[in-house]
């Protein structure tokens, strides 16, 4: 069974900085290793995109957070890491991390996404 814990979230006043986690397992597997999106949902938004971190080590970000948002992972591949700094007010939002794509032990698993249940990051002015 595949899980995500989201967690690092709270709430900052504009300009300040958050890392979130983002820990990622399949039960029954020994070594596992992600690839994992961040993506975030504001109040009365659609669900978009933030930031991808591959198991090959490709690293992608929207527009929105280039050179403020970092994404990385830890040397097991479970955990990334979406370090946070400079934030806005528009940064608020639940943020959430998915994969679809992951290989445990020998297996590779590929067709279908699981989603953490998120964590909250809210941004006063």
């Known amino acids: 069974q595949v899980q995500l814990l989201e967690s690092g979230g709270g709430s900052v006043q504009a300009g300040g900085s958050l890392r979130l986690s983002c820990a990622a397992s399949n039960s029954g597997y020994n070594f596992c290793a992600f690839d994992i999106d961040w993506y975030r949902q504001a109040p009365g938004k659609e669900r978009e995109f933030v930031s991808f971190?591959?198991?090959?080590?490709?690293?992608r970000y929207a527009d929105s957070v280039k050179g403020r948002f970092t994404v990385s992972q830890d040397n097991t591949k479970e955990t990334v890491y979406l370090q946070m700094k400079s934030l806005k007010p528009e940064d608020t939002a639940m943020y959430y991390c998915?994969?679809?794509?992951?290989?445990?032990?020998?297996?590779?698993?590929?067709?279908?996404?699981?989603w953490g249940k998120g964590t909250l990051v809210t941004v006063s002015s």
């Open positions: 998915k994969t679809g794509n992951f290989r445990c032990d020998w297996t590779t698993f590929r067709g279908m996404d699981y």
């Open positions: 971190i591959g198991r090959d080590g490709s690293i």
